[in-house]
């Protein structure tokens, strides 16, 4: 067959052709092409050498056909005659759920290999339903590198066999009647793309990338005029990537995660029509109507992975016989969001990661910052000042003696401020004696700068309600939301006035941050990174971080983070 893809690049036949193939094929598609590219689609999302696809008899137990991609023909020869669906093969067929076995040997119901037949030890098995009947089963075995297959592996061949059950259908129903040819290209195209965002995945953990992709990829494939993928990230709903026709510097935006469209679809997890009657006013208020998005029609898909909601795809307007979109437009794009969500999910662990590692690491880098200036540079300024205070008792009045004083008085004053600095740096109580401690020592340095603070704090350990203190990730984050809140309370509301809250239940601590200040509009974009550290820090304790603001009246932090005491780690 065809060994050159289209963009010139050489590449195995069979390895990557798949489906950008299958659109130079599809004049001639048939079940059987569309059966091939499955079982090819399959064996390079998941990875493995060997991939089948067995497809079921009327009866329904046993294997009427047996596709194979991964073994030659002068093997197939040896082996002998192709398998029937006894054995494992045959336990998908009773129990058509996914089976994924690190050692298909040691099933208790292997009936072994034919002795030419290659070594086989990891397997995964995926039923493929056409039209909600079993139609067959996906085998794939062998990962490449040997290792077995993983949950991930499962749940992107799962998708690929939901997908392959509409190719298939079509195929089946459609083959030989022109008109219906375009609805199965279309299938194949979230085939496709489908393949696409999860090749991406391979090398891709970019989440931005990622987004850009799956915009691009999702408005294609049901001819949007717009799509825009609304993302939601620690407590907040921001418009994460967009593709066609949106109003400019629509990226990076929000929109209302309570009364939106969007906060329906997530909550609902059900894909919802704008251009329904109670739909509609609630796009055009709280959504990304308000936003300057136009839309005649359009649906908004939820990105759900393992049964949580990471935000929400939104197309609006069918460009080709619109602007109204289908129920098979409503299932390809459902489709397409599961795997879309995969790669976002995936993708949102990775960053996690890296953000709490960079997140770690500005923290030890403010310790060492301060313990090199409180043991280096504070240490030999306080040996001067000691030094010349010696020498100035000892000194007869004169000029000189007033010039030494006042250099021991500047020296004093330096001192502080450095002192100050150190403490901003790395509060020594954050580490010694607790949160608790640390933040009194924060609310009397700004009070020192003019704000007057109201301080509760009730934490469990240090009332000695609970045997240990929170996790030093955990301490940390409560002490810098409540310092970012506060500098930001001074230096852009000039408050004069704060209430700090902090308390906590069985499993939560929350964190109230009130100022009296100007307030500031919480949708108007911003280069500080002041507020966006705080989201991060709760979100990467599984916390929450929520910011009510009006112009001219103050502004209050909420901020809720799971806890988590020292017991299990060292501490
Ligand atoms: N308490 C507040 N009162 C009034 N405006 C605020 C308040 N908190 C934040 N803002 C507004 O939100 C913007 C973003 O705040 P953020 O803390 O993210 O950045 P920054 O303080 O400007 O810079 P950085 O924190 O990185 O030093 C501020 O520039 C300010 O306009
Ligand atoms: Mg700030």
Redesign the pocket.
């Given at each position: 067959m065809i060994g050159v893809a289209e963009s010139g690049r050489a590449v195995a036949p069979g390895m990557l052709g798949v489906l950008d193939v299958a659109r130079d094929v599809l004049g001639e598609l048939d079940l059987d092409v569309v059966l091939e590219r499955v079982v090819e689609a399959a064996r390079e999302l998941s990875g493995a050498r060997y991939g089948a696809l067995g497809v079921l008899d009327r009866s329904r137990t046993e294997l009427e056909r047996f596709i194979t991609v991964g073994v030659d023909e002068v093997a197939r020869q040896r082996i002998g005659p192709l398998p029937t669906g006894k054995g494992v093969l045959g336990e998908l067929i009773t129990n058509p759920r996914p089976l994924r076995l690190a050692d298909v040997g040691a099933h208790p119901h292997s009936y072994g290999f034919p002795p030419e037949h290659a070594p086989m030890k990891a397997f995964l098995g995926v039923p493929v339903m056409v039209g909600g009947e079993p139609f067959g089963n996906l085998y794939l075995a062998e990962k490449v590198g040997g290792e077995e297959f993983s949950e991930d592996d499962e749940h992107a061949v799962v998708r690929l066999a939901d997908l392959a059950g509409l190719a298939i259908d079509h195929a089946r129903r459609y083959t030989r009647v022109e008109s219906q040819r375009v609805e199965l290209r279309r299938t194949v195209d979230a085939l496709d793309a489908t393949i696409q965002i999860a090749r991406a995945l391979g090398g891709e953990t970019d989440l931005e990338r990622i987004l850009g992709l799956v915009a691009k990829r999702g408005r294609a494939l049901v001819s949007a005029r717009a799509l825009v993928i609304e993302h939601e990230r620690a407590g907040e709903m921001v418009i994460a990537a967009a593709a066609g026709d949106v109003p400019e510097g629509l990226v990076g935006q929000r929109v209302d995660l309570h009364d939106s469209l969007a906060a329906a679809a997530l909550r609902t997890r059900r894909t919802l029509r704008v251009d329904e009657a109670p739909n509609r006013p609630r796009f055009e208020r709280y959504g990304l109507g308000r936003l300057g998005v136009n839309a005649d029609a359009g649906l908004m898909v939820p990105l759900m992975f393992r049964g949580q909601g990471h935000g929400v795809l939104v197309v609006v307007d069918r460009l080709k016989g619109g602007p109204a979109f289908t129920a098979e437009d409503q299932r390809l794009l459902e489709a397409f969001a599961a795997s879309a969500a995969t790669a976002i999910a995936t993708a949102e662990t990775v960053e996690a990661e890296r953000r709490r590692q960079t997140l770690a690491a500005a923290e030890q880098e403010r310790a060492r910052w301060a313990r090199e200036l409180h043991d280096g540079t504070l240490q030999s300024l306080a040996s001067l000042r000691v030094g010349l205070a010696a020498r100035l008792r000892r000194a007869p009045p004169g000029p000189l003696a007033d010039a030494v004083s006042e250099a021991v008085a500047q020296l004093e004053t330096d001192i502080g401020n450095l002192r100050a600095l150190v403490t901003e740096l790395r509060p020594a109580a954050l580490d010694d004696v607790g949160a608790q401690a640390a933040i009194r020592n924060l609310a009397e340095r700004a009070r020192s700068h003019g704000l007057e603070v109201d301080l509760t704090i009730d934490l469990a350990y240090e009332h000695g309600r609970a045997p240990d203190r929170h996790t030093s990730e955990v301490e940390t984050a409560i002490y810098r939301i409540i310092q970012?809140?506060l500098?930001?309370?001074t230096?852009?509301?000039?408050?004069h006035h704060a209430t700090v809250i902090v308390e906590e239940d069985e499993t939560t601590v929350h964190i109230t941050i009130q100022?009296d200040?100007?307030?500031?509009d919480?949708t108007?974009k911003?280069?500080?990174?002041?507020?966006?550290?705080?989201r991060e820090r709760a979100g990467l304790l599984d916390g929450t971080l929520e910011?009510q603001?009006t112009p001219g009246q103050?502004?209050t932090?909420n901020a809720a983070l799971p806890a988590r005491r020292r017991t299990a780690q060292a501490a």
């Open positions: 970012e809140s500098t930001n309370a230096k852009h509301g000039e408050a100022d200040g100007r307030g500031f919480t108007d911003t280069s500080g990174f002041g507020l966006l550290g705080m910011i603001s103050g502004t932090v």
